[in-house]
């Protein structure tokens, strides 16, 4: 499974927001997408996930043309998403905010429940099952009853991800999902984040906390002004003078990020520099 963009343009009206961006993403990666605001990040992640449309070139997951699909299509073909402003159902408990995920997945099963009840009842049990694993892992649990619109902002985001993931994305995209958290919250995402990258599902994630990103991808790409800057390892990234001029700062900001990051891949027993599988 690979994600591929081929030569991947997309303009509003005279603005070129994206502008021939050609890249691919591996199965069993965290791959990280940074760039000024304006840089067009978040207009890559609304295309592969069927929110915007192509001007020109393609999104391809293996042999299926993304592009070419409607929005409810790309989800069904394993694309999960969270947005740089958060979207919950707030009236809706937490756990009910992962359940309505599995109505959709579940679809065929739904006529044998009707016509057999405690067949009904026993899906139900495992279905709420599997969400209390999911609000376990992002720490939610014991909040699994509240309203999800009374939640603090920095678990609104964690319940985010988690609702993305239980429908069990082959693509997760995640934009800024360190924004307005604390420094302690944003350590704890990039804990969990670690701990989500496995063999069959590619994690693409758009932020700004360098921090994070230098910590948990293995691959980087970096956007300027709508075109593909660099793109590299963690530390390829730190050392490209164009990315230092363009978006980094000064050797004094970068020296900080590397050390920052070294230190939490360390904690967090990740190697430096990990190339994927
Ligand atoms: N829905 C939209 N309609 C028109 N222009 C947009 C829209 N979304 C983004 N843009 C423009 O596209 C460019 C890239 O924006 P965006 O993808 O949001 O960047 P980033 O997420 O990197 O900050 C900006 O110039 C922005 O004004
Ligand atoms: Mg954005």
Redesign the pocket.
């Known amino acids: 499974m690979t994600l591929v963009f081929d030569n991947l343009t997309k303009r ?1 009206g005279a ?1 070129t ?1 994206i502008d021939g961006v050609s890249t691919r993403f591996e199965p069993g990666t965290i791959h990280g997408i940074i ?1 000024p ?8 992640i609304n295309m592969t996930a069927g929110s ?1 449309s192509v001007t020109e070139g393609s999104i391809r997951l293996d042999d299926r043309q993304l592009d070419r699909m409607k929005k409810y299509q790309v989800a069904n073909a394993g694309i999960g998403r969270t947005y ?1 402003n958060i979207r919950l159902f707030d009236q809706m408990s937490v756990l009910e905010n992962l359940e309505v995920c599995f109505y959709d997945r579940a679809k065929s099963g739904i006529v044998g429940e009707v016509l057999w009840p405690p067949m009904a009842r026993r899906r139900a049990a495992e279905r709420r099952a599997i969400c209390m694993e999911y609000l376990t892992f992002f720490g939610l649990e014991h909040m699994a009853d509240r309203e999800a619109g009374s939640l603090p902002y920095g678990r609104q985001r964690m319940l985010e991800i988690a609702r993305a993931l239980a429908q069990d994305p082959k693509v997760l995209l995640l934009d800024e999902p360190a924004a307005g958290l604390n420094h302690q919250e944003t350590a704890e995402l990039t804990e969990r984040l670690a701990a989500l990258r496995a063999p069959g599902r590619i994690i693409i994630v ?1 932020e700004h906390d360098m921090d994070l990103v230098m910590t948990v991808c293995d691959r980087i790409t970096v ?1 300027h002004h ?1 075109k593909l800057l660099f793109e590299g390892t963690p530390a390829e990234v730190q050392a490209s003078h164009d990315v230092q001029i363009a978006y980094l700062g000064t050797e004094h900001d970068i020296e900080d990020i590397r050390t920052a990051a070294q230190d939490r891949r360390a904690r967090l027993g990740l190697r430096t520099g990990r190339h994927p599988q």
């Open positions: 509003y603005n927001a760039g605001n304006g840089a067009g990040k978040s207009t890559l915007y740089q758009v956007l709508g």
